[in-house]
T-cell receptor, first 114, second 111 residues
Framework: GAVVSQHPSWVICKSGTSVKIECRSL??????MFWYRQFPKQSLMLMAT?????????EQGVEKDKFLINHASLTLSTLTVTSAHPEDSSFYIC??????????FGQGTRLTVV | EDQVTQSPEALRLQEGESSSLNCSYT??????LFWYRQDPGKGPEFLFT???AGEEKEKERLKATLTKKESFLHITAPKPEDSATYLC????????????FGIGTKLQVIP
C-alpha cells in the first residue's frame, strides 16, 4: 500500500505556543489529504479536508483560525495548532487518498499541551 | 447522515478461536467500505476495501465480507499478534466523498 509519513510522532508544547505537524505522501501524489483527531476510546473525527492549491474545508465546529492547514504541494500538507491550550491535547492523524478511494494514514502525532 | 456502528466494542479470544466482527452502516450511496487495523498510539493500517454487496476479500487470517447493510471481518485461528483495534469506515459518493469511521472493535487474543 501507499506510504504516508507524519512528523513529529509526538510533541509537548507550552500553552499559548503553536505547533506544526507535517504529513507527506512518500510514493504517490495526493491532491486531497485529510486531518483527523482521535480522543481515547473514540473514533477518528474528521477535522478538515486539505486540497492542494486551495483552501481547506473544515468540518462543523472546527475553528479554522486555530487549526491552520496548508497543502502547498501534491505530497505535503501541514496542520498548525495555533495558541495551543491543554484541551487541544489529542492524537492527530493525517491521511491521503489512494487511487481507489481508500485512505492511507500517517503514524499519528501525540500532542500534549502543558 | 452517514453512520457506522461496530460490534462488539471489545472481544477477547483464545489463540485459535475464530470469530467475527460486525460493522453495520447507513450511507447515502456507498462508494466503498474500508477495514483498518489500529495499534495503540499509531495511525490506522489499511486492510481491505469492499465496493459492492457480495464482495469478499482475504488477507492471511482475515476475511472481509459485505452486504447492503453490514460488513463482517472474520478472523480465523487468530494469533496474539492479531490483537488490535479494528476500524470500519464508509465512504459516500456525495460531496467530497467523506469517510465516516466507526468506533472500532478492540480485539485481544490470549495465548
Amino acid at each position: 500500500g501507499a506510504v504516508v509519513s507524519q512528523h513529529p510522532s509526538w510533541v509537548i508544547c507550552k500553552s499559548g505556543t503553536s505547533v506544526k505537524i507535517e504529513c507527506r505522501s512518500l510514493d504517490f501524489q495526493a491532491t486531497t489529504m485529510f486531518w483527523y483527531r482521535q480522543f481515547p476510546k473514540q473514533s477518528l473525527m474528521l477535522m478538515a479536508t486539505s486540497n492542494e492549491g486551495s483552501k481547506a474545508t473544515y468540518e462543523q465546529g472546527v475553528e479554522k483560525d486555530k487549526f491552520l492547514i496548508n497543502h502547498a504541494s501534491l505530497t505535503l500538507s501541514t496542520l498548525t495548532v495555533t495558541s495551543a491550550h491543554p484541551e487541544d491535547s489529542s492524537f492527530y492523524i493525517c491521511s491521503a487518498r489512494g487511487g481507489l478511494g481508500e485512505a492511507f494514514f500517517g503514524q499519528g502525532t501525540r500532542l500534549t499541551v502543558v | 447522515e452517514d453512520q457506522v456502528t461496530q460490534s462488539p466494542e471489545a472481544l477477547r479470544l483464545q489463540e485459535g478461536e475464530s470469530s467475527s466482527l460486525n460493522c453495520s452502516y447507513t450511507v447515502s450511496g456507498l462508494r466503498g467500505l474500508f477495514w483498518y487495523r489500529q495499534d495503540p498510539g499509531k495511525g490506522p493500517e489499511f486492510l481491505f476495501t469492499l465496493y459492492s454487496a457480495g464482495e469478499e476479500k482475504e488477507k492471511e487470517r482475515l476475511k472481509a465480507t459485505l452486504t447492503k447493510k453490514e460488513s463482517f471481518l472474520h478472523i480465523t485461528a487468530p494469533k496474539p499478534e492479531d490483537s488490535a483495534t479494528y476500524l470500519c469506515a464508509v465512504q459516500a459518493w456525495t460531496g467530497y466523498q467523506k469517510v465516516t469511521f466507526g468506533i472500532g472493535t478492540k480485539l485481544q487474543v490470549i495465548p
